[in-house]
């Protein structure tokens, strides 16, 4: 009888379980509620990656908000930046406002001397002739790609200064891809808040000399086998002085003319940018001037330096081969006051 009692109380449990299961709707309404706060999780992961995806941006902005400082003219602020660089952290410079700028120039014409001039300043990071690789200027999306990483502070050159850095720019010149593209371009500073400095050269008949010079050292390598456009000493400048160019004076005039338009033509593409125009001539002889591009740039004035050494010091009658045929050439001509007034630098 007791086995049978228990194996009657057993049947009985068995009878009663299935009374105590939930319904199957109870089952469903359960288990959506599982899958809608499955959901509701992924989203909010997914909202997450999203904003992480663009962090430079809001970075940005924030910086933005946070180093505004109030006494500043808001004629001025499209010109001051805050980089966020891919390659390294600005730290405690983050609130140091960065000036984008581009010296526009032309070979020959000082625009050397004049960039290491300006990368004396402490706060300045001029990156060179960033264009003369060609597959950077193949297009306008590779020139302002290879642009937006200058500007970013992402540009690694022998000119990149610390995390302080307050102006950034390169060195252009006008056979670069920058006339050839110089709406787009023109349009692309204005957007940036870019900074046009116009380096020119008022004698024309000197930097013709410069150029022909130059290119026959490429060929002679007069230096110990070795091309060099730029030197640091004086001996350097002195062998490199030696060679005199012989002019073909029937392309002169066509030539000075062809270099003479260029300039005149950049000069009305960017006058509607932030610009200043400058004359080598004019900052050899006049060393405020150096001060008025600190001031243009909004710098902090200190002295600047150069370790160039002038190759072409002579008048120059002493510096053309065929010197009595260029001085036929020129007299009577727009270009006479290249022969008649030699600025001697």
């Known amino acids: 009888m007791v086995v049978d009692d228990c194996c009657f109380l057993h049947k009985d449990s068995l009878v009663i379980k299935p009374q ?73 410079c983050a609130c140091t406002p960065v000036r984008f700028f581009a010296i526009l120039s032309m070979q020959r014409s000082g625009s050397g001397w004049f960039e290491t001039l300006l990368n004396s300043h402490v706060n300045v990071s001029s990156n060179g002739e960033i264009f003369s690789v060609k597959e950077r200027r193949s297009n306008i999306s590779t020139i302002t790609k290879t642009l937006d990483k200058i500007y970013n502070l992402d540009w690694y050159s022998s000119a990149s200064k610390n995390e302080c850095t307050a102006a950034v720019g390169l060195k252009w010149m006008l056979n670069q891809g920058l006339m050839q593209h110089h709406e787009e371009i023109i349009e692309y500073f204005k957007k940036r808040g870019v900074s046009v400095i116009l380096l020119f050269r008022r004698n024309l008949l000197r930097r013709l000399v410069s150029v022909l010079a130059n290119t026959h050292d490429r060929d002679a390598k007069q230096l110990n086998g070795t ?36 300039a005149s033509e950049a000069l009305g593409y960017f ?75």
């Open 20 to 92: 105590k299961k939930y319904p199957l709707g109870l089952w469903m309404a359960v288990l959506g509620l599982i899958m809608i706060s499955g959901i509701y999780i992924c989203s909010l992961c997914l909202k997450q990656r999203v904003l992480l995806v663009t962090p430079n941006q809001m970075k940005v902005k924030s910086t933005r908000q946070t180093c505004r400082d109030p006494s500043i003219p808001k004629s001025e602020l499209r010109y001051m930046h805050y980089p966020e660089p891919i390659s390294y952290s600005r730290e405690d």
């Open 227 to 262: 091309h060099k456009a730029h030197v640091h000493s004086k001996d350097e400048a002195d062998v490199l002085a030696q060679y005199k160019p012989t002019i073909n004076t029937t392309l002169l005039i066509p030539e000075l003319k062809h270099t003479d338009k260029w």
């Open 271 to 345: 006058k509607s940018s932030c610009h200043i125009l400058l004359y080598y001539e004019d900052l050899v002889n006049n060393t405020t001037k150096l001060m008025d591009v600190l001031e243009f740039l909004k710098l902090p004035r200190q002295k600047l330096f150069s370790r160039h050494v002038k190759i072409h010091n002579k008048p120059l009658s002493d510096q053309i081969e065929n010197w009595d045929a260029v001085h036929a050439a020129l007299k009577g001509t727009e270009y006479e006051s290249f022969v008649n007034t030699d600025y001697g630098v």
